[in-house]
């Protein structure tokens, strides 16, 4: 399964943005699909996941309330809608394929994952 992340850039602290991931290949029949970010110097980290039916995310404590994770399954896409950003969710964005129904926040439990896009928020 390939990975194809977009919709990074530049933005104002309390700007929005939304990302967007598209998979190809052979996906299995129902898949999750996440989010992670690094930012410089530091672990690459959760920020929120779908399993397949889109009905029970998972966000990281930092995020909740600001951003909101949704998918396409019709188009294999999955959507990352950030709002209110702010200079500390400055980092590069990746998204991740899993083969489970079931979505989770480690990281080793992704098999495929995206080139990342840079998410810039001044302040």
């Known amino acids: 399964v390939q990975l194809q992340a977009s919709g990074g850039g530049l933005v104002q602290a309390g700007d929005s943005l939304r990302l967007s991931c598209a998979a190809s290949?052979?996906?299995?029949?129902?898949?999750?699909m996440g989010w992670f970010r690094q930012a410089p110097g530091k672990e690459r980290e959760f920020v929120a996941a779908?399993?397949?039916?889109?009905?029970?995310?998972l966000y990281a404590d930092s995020v909740k309330g600001r951003f909101t994770i949704s998918r396409d399954n019709a188009k294999q896409t999955v959507y990352l809608q950030m709002n209110s950003l702010k200079p500390e969710d400055t980092a590069v964005y990746f998204c991740?394929?899993?083969?489970?129904?079931?979505?989770?926040?480690?990281?080793?439990?992704?098999?495929?994952w995206g080139q990342g896009t840079q998410v810039t928020v001044s302040s």
């Open positions: 779908s399993e397949w039916r889109g009905i029970s995310p």
């Open positions: 290949g052979r996906t299995h029949v129902s898949y999750s």
């Open positions: 991740a394929f899993a083969r489970s129904a079931v979505a989770t926040t480690s990281r080793r439990s992704y098999d495929s």
